[in-house]
């Protein structure tokens, strides 16, 4: 089947199997290998995206669900050249060391991006709430939440 979507502000008509996942489809069709694969079941959130607004786990949105949408994935809010500037959140996660392997870091981030280009006030348990639906194995979870309480910070001073 061919899909229409745009993926970082990049149009693209894919040819994909019906069955593929939007996480094989950017990992495989597109090259954008920053979305991670964790469990392949929607439980840990190492493959979040933001899809049409909405964080969401890549490895569940089959090609039906794409059609006409807008992705955004890590590789999107990231510096394109060495002159440019990390996205606010990524700045937090460094400054809050919530960083270790990072595996589970782009997910953590879209989800943020996610959260507050809906709602830069999130309270703090909208913010956790959020968080609840990853899984790290690194930095426990304190320098995370630490580091999501900057980037809301650093979103609202930009």
Same mark, same amino acid.
């Given at each position: =089947? ?5 993926? $970082? ?7 994909? &199997?019906?069955? &593929? ?6 990992? #495989? +069709? ?5 979305? +991670?694969?964790?469990? $392949? ?10 899809? $049409? ?11 039906? +669900?794409? #059609?006409?949408? $807008? ?8 510096p394109q050249s060495?002159? &440019? ?20 870091? /782009?997910?953590?981030? =879209? ?14 348990? #909208? ?5 609840? #639906? ?8 304190? /320098?995370?939440? &630490? ?12």
């Amino acid at each position: =089947m061919e899909v229409n979507l745009v993926v $970082n502000g990049r149009k693209y008509t894919l040819t994909v &199997d019906p069955k &593929d996942s939007l996480l094989s489809i950017l990992r #495989e +069709k597109l090259n954008l290998t920053g979305t +991670k694969n964790g469990c $392949n079941q929607g439980h840990c959130g190492a493959c979040t995206v933001v899809l $049409n607004g909405k964080a969401v786990k890549s490895c569940l949105i089959r090609p039906k +669900k794409l #059609e006409g949408g $807008n992705v955004i994935t890590i590789e999107g809010i990231s510096p394109q050249s060495p002159d &440019d500037k990390l996205h606010p959140i990524q700045e937090a996660f460094i400054k809050a060391t919530a960083v270790q392997c990072g595996f589970c870091t /782009p997910g953590y981030i =879209m989800e943020l991006y996610a959260l507050y280009e809906r709602n830069p006030n999130a309270s703090e348990q #909208e913010i956790k709430s959020a968080l609840g #639906e990853h899984l790290c194995r690194c930095t426990g979870y304190k /320098p995370i939440f &630490d580091a999501a309480l900057l980037a809301q910070e650093l979103l609202k001073s930009k």
